[in-house]
């Protein structure tokens, strides 16, 4: 049975669960370990058949539960398109997302300070956000040359 994480990412799943007064569990460190090993943005049903290799009887409400402590912790991200299934991304760094329509592959796409400035400066005035989602939705450019 394999469920083992990172130092790093153990601690900060450890003191992140420290702070709610939760325990780390056998599937809670499973979930994560599945989120941060393969960063593709996973459904729930991707993380359930991947975490079945490790604990073969885990459920799928199981598997909900502990996504939802780790998006409580602010381990992992919520990333929702239209009305796909809403998938995880362990990428707490301010980023963007680019869906590709084609494959349905999720992208991360880094912002630079300069670019996060001027998204913030479009808000109504008098208002600050406290946390900002952006995708974009599209595919593949097929080259002219």
Not at 60 to 76: I, K, M, P, R
Not at 108 to 123: G, N, P, Q, T
Request: glycine fraction near 2%.
């Amino acid at each position: 049975m394999t469920y083992d994480i990172s130092e790093n990412h153990k601690r900060a799943l450890y003191s992140a669960l420290r702070k709610k007064e939760l325990r780390p569990t056998k599937q809670r460190i499973c979930v994560y370990n599945i989120i941060m090993s393969k960063k593709d943005h996973p459904t729930a049903d991707d993380i359930l058949n991947r975490v079945r290799k490790n604990l073969p009887t885990i459920s799928l409400a199981t598997v909900y539960n502990c996504l939802e402590t780790l998006v409580d912790c602010e381990l992992v991200r919520q990333v929702n398109f239209d009305r796909s299934s809403t998938r995880f991304c362990p990428n707490l760094t301010p980023h963007a997302h680019f869906k590709c329509s084609e494959t349905g592959n999720i992208f991360d796409i880094s912002l630079d300070e300069e670019s996060i400035r001027s998204l913030k400066a479009v808000l109504p005035k008098g208002y600050k956000a406290d946390n900002f989602e952006l995708s974009f939705a599209g595919s593949k450019t097929i080259s002219s040359n």
